[in-house]
């Protein structure tokens, strides 16, 4: 039987059941490059990995803008268990993809996320009952405390990979279990360090039918645990579990900005920070930036989520609208973080601070595929009435 969802503040209330685990494990999972296992354990325990799972699976269905208050929470005190809670809970949505068999035996743990990515592409060649996989993805957040993973491939028939009627390969989504795949430590970066996005790497595993899923446009006619209409709203939401990733770390850096300022006097004057007309102006600007991005994303993720709820398939121009809210949102995340490491001048190098790991995350998050920069010219195309080069856009 389907549950009521937990009002906003209650929601609210399991994020803050977990601040002061995640707090003690950050210097952890930075050095460490991954989740702590008693963050992962806090996690589970205040249901947080429940966000986007199907009720009928024990998850918390949530509505998609609850559930970007949610994330952006999380990143304001961590902003990699923040993209650790975003990405899975996108993930989650991707179950309406599978028969439902499959779907329940993939997401049938509802305290587990599923992770995985979906590039650069593995090989699927055809066997009786499935397929024979191959490959290595990059970027699989959360890949340790996985209870199935996931991967992209191309369909290869006799060493050759399959076309469809347009000439293009025929790809395909694949899940698999954990115990079938290697980890690979790859994950050195300049920030989001304790997101764990490692390498994984499968050799000539076998996946079945019921846990593939071969690229193409879906309907909104579907039966199972995923048949609700936050399910019908694929890739928009997905996408869109990026945006408050940047928001909570460019608002993360305006709430440190703001306690900086009444105690800091910048070298070589007798003002405070928050004296200072270039402060003022800065943190009112970067203010603006993040409530303006933020607004925008929450407006797009509803309209989809209204259209889905009234069982009609969101078109592909209520969709664009998501992913330039979530592009404009990271970019958002970006430009403020700058902007406040300029306005606290020498406390923004000092690892005392959380500025510089501000900073670090924030330029790291924005470089994501799915909200970079490139993704403004896979929108601009549909404007301007032409075929987009991102995939995605006509699932």
Same mark, same amino acid.
């Given at each position: ?240 579990? /990026? ?5 909570? @770390?460019? +608002?993360? #850096?305006?709430?440190? !900005?703001? &306690?900086?300022? $009444? ?94 790991? /501000? ?5 790291? @998050?924005? +470089?994501? #595929?799915?909200?970079? !920069?490139? &993704?403004?010219? $896979? ?17």
């Amino acid at each position: 039987m389907r549950q009521a969802q937990p009002d906003d503040g209650a929601l609210i209330e399991m994020v803050h059941q977990v601040e002061a685990v995640i707090g003690e494990h950050q210097a952890w999972q930075e050095e460490n490059r991954r989740m702590a296992p008693e963050v992962f354990d806090a996690l589970r325990a205040a249901g947080l990995w429940r966000i986007f799972k199907p009720a009928e699976l024990g998850g918390l269905e949530c509505d998609p803008v609850t559930g970007l208050k949610i994330f952006e929470e999380i990143t304001r005190f961590d902003p990699a268990v923040g993209w650790a809670v975003a990405n899975q809970a996108g993930i989650d949505t991707f179950g309406v993809l599978l028969p439902e068999e499959g779907a329940k035996e993939v997401y049938g743990d509802p305290g587990r996320p599923v992770a995985g990515a979906w590039f650069p592409p593995g090989q699927a060649t055809p066997v009786e009952g499935g397929y024979q996989v191959t490959g290595r993805w990059a970027f699989a957040s959360t890949c340790h405390y996985a209870q199935y993973l996931t991967g992209m491939t191309v369909v290869v028939d006799d060493s050759e990979p399959r076309t469809g009627p347009d000439g293009s390969p025929v790809m395909m989504i694949v899940f698999f279990p954990p115990e079938d795949a290697e980890i690979i430590d790859t994950w050195h970066t300049l920030g989001m360090r304790g997101t764990g996005s490692h390498d994984i790497s499968v050799r000539e595993i076998f996946v079945p039918h019921r846990h593939a899923w071969i690229m193409s446009p879906l309907g909104v006619e579907r039966s199972g645990p995923f048949k609700g209409p936050l399910y019908s709203a694929v890739p928009w939401v997905s996408i869109s579990c /990026l945006g408050p990733v940047a928001l909570g @770390i460019g +608002q993360a #850096a305006i709430d440190e !900005l703001i &306690r900086l300022a $009444s105690q800091k006097s910048p070298s070589y004057t007798d003002r405070s920070l928050r004296n200072r007309e270039v402060a003022q102006a800065n943190v009112a600007r970067a203010q603006a930036t993040i409530g303006a991005a933020r607004a925008y994303l929450h407006q797009a993720v509803d309209n989809v989520h209204r259209t889905a709820q009234a069982g009609i398939k969101p078109t592909l121009q209520e969709g664009v609208q998501v992913q330039l809210a979530t592009c404009n949102a990271l970019e958002a995340g970006s430009r403020v973080v700058n902007l406040v490491h300029d306005t606290v001048g020498t406390s923004g190098i000092r690892q005392e601070h959380r500025f510089e790991q /501000l900073y670090r995350d924030g330029r790291t @998050i924005s +470089q994501h #595929a799915f909200a970079s !920069l490139s &993704r403004y010219e $896979s929108c601009g195309k549909v404007l301007f009435g032409l075929p987009s080069d991102w995939g995605f856009f006509y699932l």
